[in-house]
């Protein structure tokens, strides 16, 4: 009786093909993919004639020390103002991030009030507040934020409102100011309000350790679509990772840092994929002589991966995703990133396969151990208890290969 079985079994292990397609083509689990922490994250939507920023918040420490100033090309109202859920990130994430999948035999909160949906802000600006040589254009507070819409025409000036104001800056941050002065920027400072933020956490609306996204909606500067970086100089104390999640009608790149497309072929599943990843995205950063953005995903963003938090930051329409991420010192942040419409827009993701145990396999594994217990139950000899235990060792030797 157990002569035949095993014989069974080792011709589906030696008959099985390196890979058996599934009927639906579907991938089996494991999945493993990158990390969802940076250290910056934040989401650029081209709107046309505006332009959404969503930035990631968190903070570490005391409250009172939170303190945020973000640069823009053209003046922003009140109204463009709000926070988003989080879940913003989690759904491009899911979307976009980079995956290895081993397979069994498979082929390869709340809207965002004001600041979605290409918002138009009609009328003149306010008329702004001097004070000390920056012109306060508005002020409001927004979901445990204090707000402060400013302009400047010196770094010293703003840096001195600032401090007044309480917001706290790096000593070393005139000569980054100044360059936004000197572009005619205008500023976004923000700071916490320790008081709204205990209760929301108390409310169970904000996470432990972060604030929901910051929104803003402004009018498209002179150098179209962009992501201000340069400010991040002052602050960064050593190497940044940066991620932007790009939602435009196109694939975008970076004409002012350079740009290139992942490879990560040549995976083989006998490795941490993590750490076969970082190792191929150094090289490639490596390769932009680690000053530029590499590219790890360009596809038309599918309804079906449209949350309605998403879509309620996108508006109506259908956007191309482009997904880009860099390690950066802070003397490489030498000005905002502006982005453009690519050469092309050729689709790309990083969503590899890895061709695991075939079902064959399974299946003379399966037979393997049901023919062990078959003859250990019969065994009436050595010979038969010895014959049971090779059975029962090649059924684990195939589920482990």
């Known amino acids: 009786m157990g002569r035949p079985l095993l014989t069974l079994a080792l011709a589906l292990c030696l008959a099985s093909p390196a890979s058996v397609v599934l ?14 922490s940076a250290d910056q994250r934040a989401i650029v939507v081209d709107h046309g004639a505006t332009q959404t920023l969503v930035l990631e918040t968190a903070y570490e420490g005391d409250l009172s020390d939170f303190a945020w100033v973000i640069p823009l090309p053209s003046l922003i109202q009140s109204a463009g103002i709000s926070t988003v859920s989080q879940g913003v990130f989690s759904a491009l994430e899911n979307q976009s991030a980079p995956r290895a999948w081993i397979g069994l035999g498979g082929s390869a909160s709340g809207g965002c009030g004001g600041c979605g949906g290409g918002t138009q802000f009609g009328g003149s600006p306010g008329d702004g507040r001097s004070q000390l040589g920056v012109t306060v254009w508005d002020t409001l507070q927004v979901d445990g934020y204090e707000v402060a819409i400013l302009s400047a025409t010196q770094s010293g000036d703003l840096a001195q409102w600032l401090a007044d104001g309480g917001y706290a800056l790096p000593d070393d941050n005139a000569p980054t100011l100044q360059y936004y002065v000197n572009t005619g920027a205008y500023f976004v400072a923000v700071k916490v309000d320790p008081d709204q933020v205990a209760v929301a956490q108390t409310n169970g609306a904000v996470a432990t350790g972060g604030l929901e996204p910051l929104c803003l909606t402004f009018p498209m500067g002179p150098d179209g679509l962009v992501f201000p970086l340069r400010i991040s100089q ?7 990772e ?15 840092y350079p740009t290139a497309q992942i490879d990560a072929s040549g995976y083989t599943g006998a490795e941490d994929f993590t750490a076969f990843y970082d190792v191929r995205f150094r090289n ?17 963003l599918p309804e079906w991966a449209v949350s309605a938090d998403l879509r309620s ?40 396969y890895v061709a695991g145990p075939s079902r064959a396999r399974y299946f003379g594994a399966l037979a393997a151990l049901l023919m062990a217990a078959v003859q250990s139950r019969r065994a009436r000899s050595r010979r038969g208890r010895d014959g049971a235990r090779l059975s029962a060792l090649l059924g684990v030797l195939l589920l482990l290969v």
């Open 23 to 36: 009927a639906d083509g579907a991938y089996i689990p494991p999945e493993y993919g990158t990390a969802e």
């Open 234 to 240: 002052a602050s960064s104390m050593g190497e940044t």
């Open 284 to 300: 490639t950063l490596s390769d932009l002589g680690d000053r530029g953005f590499v590219v790890e995903y360009a596809r038309p």
């Open 242 to 256: 940066v991620r932007l999640f790009v939602l435009s009608d196109h694939r975008v790149s970076t004409p002012n």
């Open 313 to 352: 930051l996108l508006g109506e329409g259908e956007f191309f995703l482009t997904r880009l991420r860099t390690y950066l010192q802070p003397e490489l942040m030498t000005e905002d990133v502006r982005l453009v419409r690519a050469p092309t827009d050729n689709e790309f993701e990083v969503d590899l």
